[in-house]
């Protein structure tokens, strides 16, 4: 078995270079430059020398411009989404999360970020809910202290390796779940920094979430069981499930969902080669060639004798009866120089489609048709990325022994609304009449700004009943 816990599934495999191009292309420049030819293929002649062949083709790649419109438009999706602070509700003892989520310093809201960013991306992401290894349960001062506490890892796509789902009654239950990992240890002389790499292999066991950690041998000729435990609730009994989600671009499962941004960085890359050729033309035909005819022999040591020929209009070149002299300068390849501007206004296309209401849908078992086309395909991340650790603060609160409602909801209201005051007046006039329930006006008037997000429904009433001045509708501006 021990051969087997490095084996990787066959969609895996499919869809990792997908993730390599994205997460380079996302990176930048220097990063889609280093992977040379992968991106940017050498436009020598085969027959070359290998030496000449490799100078020009670093000419080539330096004189080339890499525009990062994907890693800009994920930036800029993230920051819609994060317009906003997300809603989270824990209950008592879990209020860590706001500051320290993984255990090592970052918060709740930092981390959803990144998962956001790799859903869209790669189209997937893992979250694990562990729990420090112990025989016993933590008491509920170690807890208390920090001591002892539940943690959210997340885990690339890149690195959830295998998995496998068993059909428990009429559901598919995740059963075994690969994760590839690296952790550092202190070196033998107490300042380097070893870098393990291990296999964390999260399984049901006769339907007990057991954890082995497999490493590789002092010879590094096979793979070895390191560790092997079995996880317990906040009370002390077993699990029986495994405390891990996907997090992906369309629905949770365990199938890898197609990445949002994919289409665009193929695109950005075509975008790069383009204007690698435009600009390495530029760079061998931008100046004119002067040429000269009707020189005998003799005509020519001369001017070789004489230093050779300066050009400028204090320098006339005297040539031999019937000799001429121009510069030929080449005609600028219109469809070229323009074909970058009709990739760049494609890119700026697909990039606002991601946030298009009605450009992604869930499954038909998930929602009815008529939510389908409310998603938008940002929206419908951020609403998977919400769905994955709102589980993942219920598992916390298991372990923790804790319970109580939680969740954890990202801003999914994209669109960034303008106050009008005119239609504020009619608004708030069709609520007078009893035309408009006051919760869905209340609800427009947050999506402005108008009226603190955070505030209840009951909230907003109790200080609208308390309020002796009223709704000053008259002084509403223009816009916000």
């Not at 004189?63 to 930036?75: E, M, P």
């Not at 949770?252 to 994919?262: E, T």
Request: some cysteine; proline content about 3%.
């Amino acid at each position: 078995m021990a051969k087997d816990v490095t084996y990787t599934r066959g969609d895996y495999n499919a869809a990792l270079p997908s993730w390599e191009l994205v997460a380079d292309v996302v990176a930048g420049e220097e990063k889609v430059k280093a992977k040379g030819e992968v991106y940017l293929p050498n436009p020598s002649a085969v027959e070359e020398d290998p030496g000449e062949k490799k100078a020009v083709y670093d000419r080539y790649k330096q004189r080339a411009s890499f525009y990062n419109v994907t890693g800009h438009t994920l930036q800029g999706l993230i920051g819609a989404v994060f317009r906003k602070d997300p809603a989270l509700e824990v209950v008592a003892g879990l209020d860590y999360v706001s500051m320290d989520v993984d255990g090592a310093g970052v918060s709740i809201f930092q981390q959803s970020q990144r998962v956001l960013e790799n859903v869209m991306g790669k189209g997937r992401e893992g979250l694990l809910v562990d729990y420090p290894n112990a025989e016993a349960p933590a008491s509920r001062a170690d807890q208390n202290a920090g001591l002892v506490r539940a943690s959210i890892v997340r885990y690339q796509a890149e690195r959830i390796t295998n998995w496998r789902t068993t059909k428990v009654g009429g559901a598919h239950v995740l059963s075994m779940v690969v994760l590839h990992e690296t952790v550092e240890e202190p070196g033998a002389d107490g300042f380097s920094v070893d870098e393990i790499e291990q296999y964390r292999v999260l399984q049901l066991v006769e339907s007990v979430y057991q954890v082995t950690i497999w490493r590789a041998n002092e010879k590094g000729s096979a793979w070895e069981i390191y560790e092997q435990y079995t996880p317990k609730r906040g009370n002390g009994s077993a699990w029986d499930r495994i405390p891990f989600t996907f997090v992906g671009a369309q629905n949770n499962d365990s199938s890898i969902d197609k990445a949002p941004l994919l289409e665009l960085a193929t695109l950005n890359i075509t975008h790069y080669q383009i204007q690698a050729s435009w600009y390495n033309s530029l760079h061998y035909v931008g100046q004119g060639q002067p040429w000269m005819a009707g020189l005998n022999e003799s005509w020519v040591e001369m001017l070789e004798r004489n230093g050779g020929v300066i050009f400028g209009s204090r320098a006339p070149i005297m040539l031999p009866e019937g000799g001429s002299f121009g510069i030929a300068e080449m005609k600028s390849d219109k469809g070229l120089a323009q074909e970058p501007d009709k990739i760049e206004e494609r890119m700026r296309s697909l990039g606002a489609k991601l946030m298009q209401v009605g450009s992604a849908i869930k499954t038909a078992t998930e929602v009815n048709s008529d939510d389908a086309a409310q998603h938008s395909a940002l929206s419908l991340a951020s609403a998977n990325v919400s769905e994955a650790y709102t589980k993942c603060l219920g598992w916390c609160a298991e372990f923790m022994g804790a319970s109580g409602d939680v969740s954890y909801l990202l801003n999914q209201d994209l669109v960034e609304h303008t106050l009008d005051s005119q239609l504020l007046r009619e608004i708030v006039a069709a609520w007078m009449s009893g035309a408009v329930p006051e919760t869905d006006v209340w609800a427009w008037m947050r999506r402005t700004g108008l009226i603190d997000s955070e505030k209840t429904d009951d909230q907003v009433r109790e200080e609208v009943s308390e309020s002796s001045t009223g709704l000053a509708l008259d002084d509403a501006d223009g816009g916000t």
